[in-house]
């Protein structure tokens, strides 16, 4: 029989995932026990977070309903499970701006490839020059000062970063580690939301939203749609086309009568020159 503490740890995520509108599964990696805490403080009011064993976290999924069961494939690595009320898109932003640049510490694991860009480092000539260069970094000297030749892959994706390695990115001022919780997915109302979907930029988004709103009412506009964006613009363009067609006949109306008269002025100043 599991220990009594295995047991009240799988419910506490049961009773965590059952009352929540979005639950998800977030990395612990490379993240430090000081600045986890700091987070879990930020966060408190708009997320929940329970670490634990991968496989009571599991188990708290399954006991809490059939659906749970989607999020199990990403507990992998040092995991938590986050609940919380807000909508997926905000709790992914949320999240995301608690997170923040770090230097590489030995023994880090590169979630992604950690690459040195091309361009002068800045760094004068000196020993530095033979360690760089130690270390597969193709540089030379450019007027003094170090230059790296081309983009290179330092770490690759999953390697462990060495400490020659760890103390070469602090001395080109590389901050190449995201320190915080790193959303793996979320899930609500029967959806699985994964990074690549959540991370949008909200300001370009609704910049999109206010292009496509004025291009779909200009349509409507050109189509003669009525609805309440186009109705004005159309009654505006129905005005105007009305005025120019009764200019246009000479229909005398208290809109047009000025112009009619301005028109009849010129035609009779024009033909007052061509006749001398």
């Known amino acids: 029989m599991p220990a009594e503490w295995k047991q009240r740890v ?3 995520v049961k009773e965590m995932v059952s009352g929540s509108k979005v639950v998800g599964i977030v990395s612990l ?8 805490q700091e987070i879990k403080k930020k966060l408190r009011g708009s997320a929940t977070i329970k670490v634990s064993r ?11 309903g059939e659906e749970y069961k989607v999020l199990e494939k990403y507990i992998e690595g040092p995991c938590a499970i986050i609940v919380s009320e807000k909508d997926p898109f905000e709790l992914y932003q949320v999240i995301k701006k608690n997170r923040t640049k770090a230097y590489a510490k030995p023994g880090m694991i590169a979630e992604d490839d950690i690459i040195v860009e091309a361009g002068d480092t800045g760094i004068p000539a000196g020993p530095a020059l ?3 260069k130690a270390a597969g970094l193709p540089v030379k000297l450019d007027q003094g000062k ?7 892959v330092f770490v690759k994706k999953g390697e462990i970063v060495t400490p020659e390695k760890a103390a070469i990115l602090a001395k080109l001022d590389i901050k190449p580690m995201e ?4 959303i793996k997915a979320l899930y609500a109302d029967g959806i699985v939301y994964e990074p690549s979907v959540l991370d ?23 189509a003669g749609i009525i609805n309440k964006y186009s109705i004005q613009p ?4 129905a005005v105007s086309e009305a005025r120019a067609l009764a200019l246009e006949a000479n229909v005398y109306t208290k809109e047009t009568i000025k112009d009619i008269i301005i028109k009849a002025h010129r035609a009779a100043e024009a033909l007052k020159t061509r006749t001398g």
Do not use: C, W, Y
């Open 200 to 222: 949008i930029d909200t300001e370009k988004v609704f910049n999109d939203f206010i292009t496509a709103h004025s291009q779909a009412v200009n349509l409507s506009v050109n």
């Open 234 to 237: 159309l009654l505006t363009k």
């Open 146 to 152: 170090i230059a790296v030749l081309k983009d290179t």
């Open 10 to 12: 799988v419910q506490e």
């Open 130 to 132: 033979g360690e760089l």
């Open 29 to 36: 990696l490379n993240l430090p026990s000081a600045q986890f």
């Open 179 to 182: 320190i915080g919780l790193k």
């Open 54 to 64: 991968s496989r009571l976290l599991k188990m708290g999924l399954e006991q809490a």
